[in-house]
């Protein structure tokens, strides 16, 4: 059994950290918890090539062919 609980910025929605709790029982019972904190760097748009980043690309139905 696993039990994931991801925290997120409410203004981004980008992940603040993680919290993993799991429990494994082969025979005997193992606990196991891990935390993760993020961290977050961003490239300024205008360094990135051209086309990578195209907001309005994402919004917009992608044709069925």
Do not use: K, N
Not at 47 to 56: A, C, I, M, N, T
């Amino acid at each position: 059994v696993q039990v994931d609980i991801l925290y997120l910025d409410p203004a981004t929605y980008l992940p603040w950290g993680l919290l993993q709790t799991s429990v494994i029982s082969y025979g005997t019972t193992e606990e196991s918890t891990v935390r993760a904190d993020f961290t977050h760097q961003f490239i300024p748009v205008a360094e990135l090539p051209v086309g990578v980043f195209d907001p309005q690309s994402a919004t917009e139905p992608t044709p069925v062919r």
